[in-house]
């Protein structure tokens, strides 16, 4: 699935794993400082986006759309790459 480190996957998978640490760290720290009720699906719909914007980053800004990403993110990334 594109874990091996000599993929040219491999750059990709780290964002995708960064952005979800990323958005779990940001929602605990609201749900501990703000006390604000942690929504599952919110955060999982929070890391997608995220990764979806540092991975459009890196590609250019016209690589895939945001509906292409939500629907099959894995797709995206092998169709294009």
């Given at each position: 699935?594109?874990?091996?480190?000599?993929?040219?996957?491999?750059?990709?998978?780290?964002?995708?794993?960064?952005?979800?640490?990323?958005?779990?760290?940001?929602a605990?720290?609201?749900?501990?400082?703000?006390?604000?009720?942690?929504?599952?699906?919110?955060?999982?719909?929070?890391?997608?986006?995220?990764?979806?914007?540092?991975?459009?980053?890196?590609?250019?800004?016209?690589?895939?759309?945001?509906?292409?990403?939500i629907?099959s993110?894995?797709?995206?990334?092998?169709k294009?790459?």
């Amino acid at each position: 699935m594109g874990l091996n480190p000599t993929n040219r996957l491999s750059k990709y998978w780290s964002v995708i794993w960064l952005a979800t640490i990323w958005t779990i760290w940001l929602a605990r720290n609201d749900f501990i400082f703000n006390s604000i009720r942690l929504i599952t699906h919110k955060i999982f719909e929070d890391a997608r986006f995220k990764a979806w914007l540092w991975i459009k980053g890196s590609l250019g800004s016209n690589f895939f759309s945001l509906a292409d990403w939500i629907v099959s993110p894995f797709s995206c990334l092998n169709k294009k790459l």
